[in-house]
Nanobody, 122 residues
């Protein structure tokens, strides 16, 4: 069974850090580009980062550039999103997903995880 499972979310104060994990089962992550998306209440889901399987290239939305870092550990079949300098506007449900193309366009992605909640608040 193909499955993506996100973990690592939680409550953090502004300026704090979290590391999200996206673990795959039933398939090998290194065949895919992996993207991270987020959806805040009342807002559309947005692509924030992805990492290519072909050459490891990384891409970031302007809203997280310089604060978030995506990485992959193929041996662990896991992709990570290190989030630093968190802001209240980063509060959202975070999802990972697979794609054959390195893009932040949501519609290109096929398999999705169930999401993990990140709340940035004092």
């Amino acid at each position: 069974q193909v499955q993506l499972v996100e973990s690592g979310g939680g409550l953090v104060q502004p300026g704090g850090s979290l590391r999200l994990s996206c673990a795959a089962s039933g398939f090998t992550l290194d065949y895919y580009t992996i993207g991270w998306f987020r959806q805040a209440p009342g807002k559309e889901r947005e692509g924030i980062s992805c990492i290519s399987n072909s050459d490891g290239s990384t891409y970031y939305a302007d809203s997280v550039k310089g604060r978030f870092t995506i990485s992959r550990d193929n041996a662990k079949n896991t992709v990570y999103l290190q989030m630093n300098s968190l802001k209240p506007e980063d509060t959202a449900v975070y999802y990972c997903a697979t794609s054959r193309v390195a893009t932040l366009i949501m519609e290109i992605y096929d398999y999705w995880g169930q999401g993990t909640q990140v709340t940035v608040s004092s």
